[in-house]
């Protein structure tokens, strides 16, 4: 579905996958379920990484600093990234008791809410939390994927503008 949703941010509807470089590898199983970024070596000719990241999974703190360190050692940190957080339909928070004074909050107990407050203070507009499955925020997520690949384009080709027309940001 995302790949579906990608190429209808591209002009034209064509495949920008090439150069976005989605490999499932990393803790995925034999689908692709639970996978991240592997070692590729097209990783130089990615414009756009989009990171998908299964908000529903227990660690997926740790998963996203095991792609963060990939990233550094293939020398792609550069490149500008989308963080998508994916399947907001099914995270769960672990219960929190307010009364139990000894109990320490962590990060586990924190609301959907709370996570999109954290993440987008530090990412501003290069996060986005979605449910692919429900559809949810899947217009915003081809918006701003159409509105990066346009600013990729637009500074590389500052003339052309019939593939990307203004007033579409």
Do not use: C
Request: glycine share 6%; net charge negative; hydrophobic share 35%.
């Amino acid at each position: 579905l995302l790949q579906q949703l990608v190429r209808g941010a591209t002009p034209r509807g064509k495949d920008g996958l090439d150069r976005l470089g989605y490999v499932p590898a990393i803790g995925g199983d034999e689908h692709g379920h639970g996978g991240g970024l592997a070692k590729t070596p097209r990783r130089q000719t990615q414009d756009l990484l989009l990171h998908v990241v299964d908000i529903s999974h227990p660690n997926f703190e740790e998963q996203i600093q095991s792609v963060n360190k990939i990233l550094v050692e293939i020398k792609s940190m550069d490149k500008p990234t989308m963080i998508v957080f994916n399947k907001i339909d099914a995270y769960q928070a672990e219960p929190w008791d307010n009364a139990d004074l000894m109990a320490e909050r962590t990060s586990k107990h924190y609301s959907l809410e709370e996570w999109e407050n954290t993440w987008m203070h530090q990412a501003n507009d290069r996060v986005i939390f979605i449910s692919a499955l429900n559809k949810e925020n899947l217009n915003v997520f081809r918006e701003r994927v159409y509105n990066e690949t346009r600013k990729i384009h637009v500074s590389r080709f500052p003339y052309n503008h019939f593939l990307y027309p203004k007033g579409l940001d």
